[in-house]
């Protein structure tokens, strides 16, 4: 009789443990369903590169129609402009030194590279002053722009590449080599004031 009620007291234990197991198990699964869905949805971020917004009813990778991703960027907008109207002003004098005293540097390292013609890659000894002295007739306000030599609409680096791959005999830089920023850098600050005229030749 003693082991009888002992099997049974056992198996009541046994049968508590296995549903409170099940029922932690669910809770569990349904906190990791709310977690992933709440990291699944999708975030988007404007320019200023703080500004995010998390959208409800749309998913990661989601492709949002038409009339849905307007009401997301007016959205965006909205909160960018209501944190802008907190703020006094975002940037400090010491901010703004900053950011002119690097503008300054990378101008002066496209100015060297500009009558560098080591530094850029050449192999003839041609560099860019020796053709365009103190950045002249290079018209980066004109750009981009229809050019015979390469017979489609370029970009001043384009033209850039151009001179360094046939004048200079060298090889094109990619596009975010810091030397290419320089001397873009360089060439557009020598036109400082001269209205934008994109396609003029």
């Not at 940037?91 to 690097?102: I, V």
């Not at 050019?147 to 489609?152: A, D, G, N, S």
């Not at 920023?181 to 036109?191: C, D, V």
Request: hydrophobic letters at 35%; aromatic letters at 4%; one cysteine or more.
């Amino acid at each position: 009789m003693r082991t009888t009620k002992l099997l049974i007291l056992i198996a009541g234990i046994i049968g508590l443990a296995l549903v409170a197991t099940s029922m932690e198990r669910r809770t569990v699964g349904a906190q990791q369903t709310k977690s992933t869905e709440a990291s699944d949805r999708l975030v988007v971020q404007l320019c200023d590169g703080e500004t995010k917004l998390e959208i409800a009813d749309a998913r990661a990778g989601e492709v949002l129609p038409p009339e849905k991703a307007r009401e997301v960027a007016r959205r965006m907008m909205a909160a960018y402009a209501e944190q802008q109207a907190k703020q006094v002003s975002k940037w400090t004098a010491r901010d703004r030194l900053t950011w002119e005293r690097e503008q300054k540097r990378v101008i002066e390292e496209g100015y060297k590279l500009f009558h560098d013609w080591k530094a850029l890659g050449g192999t003839i000894g041609i560099s860019c002053d020796m053709c365009h002295p103190d950045a002249s007739a290079t018209h980066p306000e004109t750009y981009p722009k229809f050019q015979t030599q390469l017979k489609r609409v370029a970009t001043l680096r384009d033209m850039i590449n151009w001179c360094i791959e046939n004048p200079m005999k060298g090889k094109p830089l990619p596009p975010d080599d810091p030397r290419m920023i320089a001397l873009e850098a360089y060439i557009t600050s020598t036109r400082k004031g001269v209205p934008l005229e994109p396609g003029k030749h």
